[in-house]
């Protein structure tokens, strides 16, 4: 069943406006002047890691996201707590693109009270691709290409700026991130073979990366390794690990990497050596207060893990010398 997709961004200008506020506290409602007088900040939710961390770099105070590291987005289900969370929320940021498909009822319950943003909607739609499971939807993987990601930062300031929020120099500085970021992946990954510039992993969420580095990228997700149509794939994935002289795939937190193993074992019957090249963060990030668990962490990671496994060259702590800081 496919649910219905409405793309543009549901902001509703019932919240705590700018203007209302530069207008003058008499004319609040009570409960925000006593918030603003107080020196309350709007309580912000994320849905997604991704998302809250957009909105903590241009706040610099706390977001409360939902789902947390190894939480697979596509699947999961609001629990009590997070809809108690979303109904108590001043905004609420969402990435849309039917990521977070089991959110849309209470989005959609919550839209006349609540400031709320789709913040991948906000990309120009001629800039998204289709989703690979999905013909009729995009892609909602946009977070891997930093050029894209940017259009949703630029959506969330917005946003928070009509909440009263100054944002304009994180802003500025959360720009400059994205384009060192977009920077360090085209050059960190142009030391790689040309004829290895290929990405194998576990599902379908790196169609962006391929498409903004110039890389073949291929998901194994779904493929069962008991039906003919997964041997017969999986046999497809052997041959271009082969011909292509590949020598490392990847696997993501939360996927099984069954499918992986069988890869591996099929190279290495036509003695072809593969490896883990290691573990990607692909829809969620990594642990809570490290730097792994923010957006320029996960990317930085995976850009980094990528060109070294691959054979190309790239500095073992990362862009900002940051990862792995824990080891
Ligand atoms: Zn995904």
């Known amino acids: 069943m496919q649910r219905e997709h409405?793309?543009?961004?549901?902001?509703?200008?019932?919240?705590?406006?700018?203007r209302a506020l530069i207008g003058g506290l008499a004319a609040l409602p009570f409960a925000a002047r006593a918030a603003v007088a107080s020196g309350?900040?709007?309580a912000i939710v994320?849905?997604?890691?991704?998302?809250?961390?957009?909105?903590?770099?241009?706040?610099?105070?706390?977001?409360q996201a939902l789902m947390g590291p190894g939480i697979d987005?596509?699947?999961?289900?609001?629990?009590?707590?997070?809809?108690?969370?979303?109904?108590?929320?001043?905004?609420?940021?969402?990435?849309?693109?039917?990521?977070?498909?089991?959110?849309?009822?209470?989005?959609?319950?919550?839209?006349?009270?609540?400031?709320?943003?789709?913040?991948?909607?906000?990309?120009?739609?001629?800039?998204?691709?289709?989703?690979?499971a999905y013909a009729d939807r995009p892609d909602p993987h946009v977070w891997f290409d930093p050029t894209l990601w940017q259009h949703a930062a630029t959506a969330v300031?917005?946003?928070?700026?009509?909440?009263?929020?100054?944002?304009?120099a994180k802003a500025t500085a959360l720009a400059e991130t994205a384009t060192a970021l977009h920077d360090y992946a085209r050059s960190t990954l142009a030391t790689v073979p040309e004829q290895a510039r290929v990405l194998v992993t576990a599902h379908d969420a790196f169609e962006y990366f391929g498409?903004?580095?110039?890389?073949?990228?291929?998901?194994?997700?779904?493929?069962?390794?008991?039906?003919?149509?997964?041997?017969?794939?999986?046999?497809?994935?052997?041959?271009?690990?082969?011909?292509?002289?590949?020598?490392?795939?990847?696997v993501e937190r939360s996927v099984s990497d069954r499918a992986m193993q069988a890869l591996i074992e099929g190279a290495a019957s036509r003695d072809h050596y593969v490896s883990i090249g290691g573990e990607l963060y692909s829809d969620a990030m990594g642990p809570d207060g490290t730097y792994e668990g923010t957006w320029p962490g996960m990317i930085d990671h995976n850009i980094t893990t990528i060109a070294l496994a691959l054979g190309g060259t790239a500095p073992e702590r990362g862009m900002q010398g940051k990862l792995n800081a824990g080891t």
Do not use: C
């Open 46 to 63: 994320a849905t997604t890691g991704m998302v809250a961390d957009l909105a903590r770099s241009l706040t610099g105070g706390p977001v």
């Open 157 to 168: 300031a917005a946003t928070l700026t009509e909440a009263g929020f100054d944002t304009t």
């Open 211 to 250: 498409r903004a580095y110039g890389w073949q990228v291929e998901g194994i997700q779904g493929i069962s390794t008991d039906s003919e149509a997964g041997l017969a794939r999986i046999s497809e994935l052997v041959d271009l690990l082969v011909t292509r002289n590949i020598q490392a795939v990847f």
């Open 73 to 132: 987005p596509h699947g999961y289900r609001p629990t009590r707590s997070d809809i108690l969370a979303l109904s108590r929320a001043d905004i609420i940021l969402h990435h849309g693109l039917h990521l977070e498909a089991q959110f849309t009822d209470i989005l959609e319950e919550l839209a006349p009270k609540k400031r709320i943003l789709a913040v991948a909607e906000a990309i120009p739609k001629d800039l998204l691709l289709a989703d690979p």
């Open 40 to 42: 309350a900040a709007p």
């Open 6 to 18: 409405t793309p543009s961004p549901r902001i509703p200008r019932t919240g705590l406006s700018r």
